[in-house]
């Protein structure tokens, strides 16, 4: 014979083939297990199969739209309706796509919120990317003015000045005080 659970909630006998499946975490080991094949979720009346995934990938969350069109049926969405969103590709499907049940406003808002966090953080990232670029930039200008210009060891010789074979001659101002070393003469007497 077949061992029976008691279903999730509603007295109804459920075969143990399908009340076993992969423990959740965090249940007690000896809780009954749902069967899959009874969730609908968020309201539905289990007449649609529902989406759960933009077709990106991402998972969908209930929020309130702004205005625009259901990704699904494209019929108009009114500002503050009710949608499941894709926040990273702006797509999103109405209640005839995709139902769920309007009165659980605390997880919308908790949603809602978790929406608002992930893009403030991801504005405060680009802008440290930002600054950061900016600073690297004005780095390497710093750099670049400090830095000595002669990249090689010949320039050394050709631009230096020898201060031996100069001589300053303190001369009236609008003539040239510098002139050639003479060979070393014996003094007046």
Known sequence: GLEHSQ???LGRKVPMAQAT??????ARADAPVMDPSRIHGFGSDGSRAKVWHCPAGHHL????AS??????????V????HVMNCQQC???LCTECHPQEQGDWLWSSVGHLAAVAQQAAAEIEQGLWAMANQSGAIGEEIVKSMSCSVTDASQYTYGEVRMDALEVEKRPKGTSGLKRKAAKRPPRS
């Open 7 to 9: 279903g999730p909630g």
């Open 21 to 26: 499946s992969a423990p959740v975490r965090g």
């Open 61 to 64: 969350q209930p929020c309130r």
């Open 67 to 76: 205005p625009g069109t259901c990704d699904g049926c494209k019929s108009h």
């Open 78 to 81: 009114a500002a503050g309706d």
């Open 90 to 92: 702006n797509w999103y």
